[in-house]
C-alpha cells in the first residue's frame, strides 16, 4: 500500500496542468465562508495547502491579505506566478507541520481547500489554533464525487476496468449523493479548540471531453501511483467509451461539506 507521506508529494509532478484541470469551487462557498467566518476585508489569511492558488484567487479578489503555506515547491511556484497580480498574497514553500510564522495568533482565518485530510490529525487542530487571533476561524472542505439520482451512469460502468487493473473500490461501496457525505463536526468538538459555526453542503457540476477527464485523473494521487500499464489500459477505455457517445463528453458531479468553526479561547 503505497503510504500517505508518499501520496501527499504526488501532486508535484503535475503542478503545471493541477491548475488547467481541478474544478472551481463555486461563488457561494466563498459567500458562506466570509459570513460565517465574521470576515471583512481586509482580513488576515493563514492558507494550508494553497497548490496552484485555485481557492486563493477568489479569497484574494475580494481584497483579503493571504499567507499561503504549501509542500511542494512546483506547486508554490506555480501558486506565485497565478497570484501575480494580488501583492497582499504570498506563498511559502513548507509544511503546515512544520513552518513557524514570525509572530503566532497573527490571522483572522485559517482555511484549507482539499487538503485538510492530508495534515497530521494528531495536531492540525492544535497548530490552527495557534495561528489564529482570539474569535477567529478555521474552516475547511474538500471536492468529492458525488452521483446524483439523474447523474452520468458513465463512473459506474468504468469500474469494470478499474477492477480488471486491480484498482476496485471496496464491496460495500456506494457512489455518495449530494448531502449525503460525511461531516467532521464530531472531531471538531472533541479537539476541545473550536466550537463549530456552520456545516453546509455545496454541489456543482463539470464537463469533460476524454482530454480534459484523463487530465483531471492525472492529478489525483491514486491514479499518480498507479503502474504506467494501468493508466494506459484505462484511459484508452475512457477514451473509447467516451468516443460513442454523441457528445463525446461526460458529467461528473461534485460536493463538498464547508467547515467553518470557531476558535476558542
Known sequence: MTERP?????????????????????????????????????????????????????????????????????????????????????????????????????????????????????????????????????????????????????????????DEIGESLPGDWVFPKPGELSDQTAEIITSGLFTPVVVRHFDWETIHDANSYIALLETFSSHRVMQAWQRQRLYAEIRRRLGQRATGTLRRHWGAVLHVARRSS
Open 6 to 162: 508518499e501520496l501527499r508529494q504526488t501532486f508535484e509532478s503535475v503542478a503545471a496542468t493541477y491548475h488547467t484541470s481541478r474544478p472551481r469551487y463555486p461563488a457561494a462557498l466563498f459567500d458562506e465562508l466570509e459570513r460565517s467566518a465574521g470576515l471583512s476585508a481586509p482580513a488576515d489569511i493563514l492558507e494550508i495547502g494553497c497548490a496552484t492558488g485555485i481557492a486563493t484567487e477568489p479569497m484574494a479578489r475580494r481584497g483579503h491579505r493571504i499567507t499561503c503555506v504549501e509542500l511542494g515547491s512546483a506547486l508554490a511556484a506555480e501558486a506565485r506566478a497565478n497570484l501575480d497580480g494580488y501583492p497582499e498574497v504570498s506563498a511559502v514553500c513548507a509544511s503546515f507541520e512544520s513552518w513557524e510564522p514570525s509572530a503566532w495568533g497573527a490571522f483572522d482565518l485559517v482555511h484549507a481547500a482539499t487538503a485538510w485530510h492530508w495534515l497530521d490529525p494528531a495536531t492540525r487542530y492544535r497548530r490552527a489554533h495557534r495561528h489564529l487571533r482570539p474569535g477567529g476561524a478555521l474552516a475547511f472542505w474538500s471536492a468529492t464525487h458525488v452521483v446524483p439520482v439523474d447523474g452520468d451512469p458513465f463512473f459506474v460502468e468504468l469500474q469494470e476496468v478499474y
